[in-house]
């Protein structure tokens, strides 16, 4: 997909919750879960760019994402021994 389909969409959406409002529960709850996501993607950026002078790496995609997000460092590590001890 095209980036500016995904911005434009972006873009109506926000504007149409802040017209038309939007539930605090489900929100609230969409937005712990994009958060947790962002930080798994941080975990495993990080743990790409130091290990690879180990030759470590750990693909980023949305299960890795949501494994390091929802589990944290523990979740990272169990991903990384994955890693190690299967592949």
């Known amino acids: ?3 500016t389909v995904i911005i434009t ?3 109506v959406l926000i504007a149409l919750l802040l017209i038309v409002g939007a539930p605090l529960k489900p929100m609230r ?3 712990q879960g ?10 495993l950026f990080f743990l790409n ?4 002078s180990i030759g470590l790496h750990l693909p980023i995609n949305i299960y890795t994402a949501v ?3 929802f589990l944290g460092l523990p979740g ?3 991903l990384t021994a ?3 001890f299967i592949l």
């Open 49 to 52: 760019v130091f290990g690879s």
């Open 9 to 11: 969409s972006m873009v």
């Open 76 to 78: 990272l590590a169990s």
């Open 34 to 43: 994009t958060v947790k996501m962002v930080i798994g993607v941080l975990f």
């Open 67 to 69: 494994i390091a997000g």
């Open 1 to 3: 997909m095209d980036s």
């Open 82 to 84: 994955l890693h190690i």
């Open 29 to 31: 709850f969409l937005a």
